[in-house]
C-alpha cells in the first residue's frame, strides 16, 4: 500500500482522526434544529466519519466508505 500526503506525515491513525473531524464539522449544519443539536448530530457524524475512514483503511478503497454513506442516507 502507498502510503497517502496526510499518512506520510502524522500516520494512518492521525490521517484518521483529521479526515473524520473535517467530516464531522462539514455535517454540523446539515440538520435543520437549534444549535445544540447541531453540535450532537456533528458528534455523532465524527464518529461515522472514524467508522468511514476505518473502512478505507481497511479495504484499502473509497468505496466502503462510499457504500456505507449511501445506507446511511437511506
Known amino acids: 500500500m502507498v502510503p497517502r500526503p496526510y499518512e506520510a506525515s502524522i500516520g ?5 482522526v483529521v479526515t473524520a473531524l473535517a467530516y464531522g ?3 454540523m449544519n446539515a ?3 437549534e444549535s445544540a443539536v447541531g ?3 456533528g458528534a455523532g457524524v465524527i464518529g461515522l466519519g472514524l467508522v468511514m475512514a476505518w473502512a478505507m483503511r481497511w479495504g484499502d478503497s473509497l468505496w466502503g466508505a462510499v457504500l456505507f454513506h449511501m445506507g446511511m442516507d437511506l
Open 25 to 27: 464539522t462539514s455535517h
Open 12 to 16: 494512518w491513525t492521525g490521517a484518521m
Open 31 to 33: 440538520t435543520y434544529f
Open 39 to 41: 453540535l450532537v448530530f
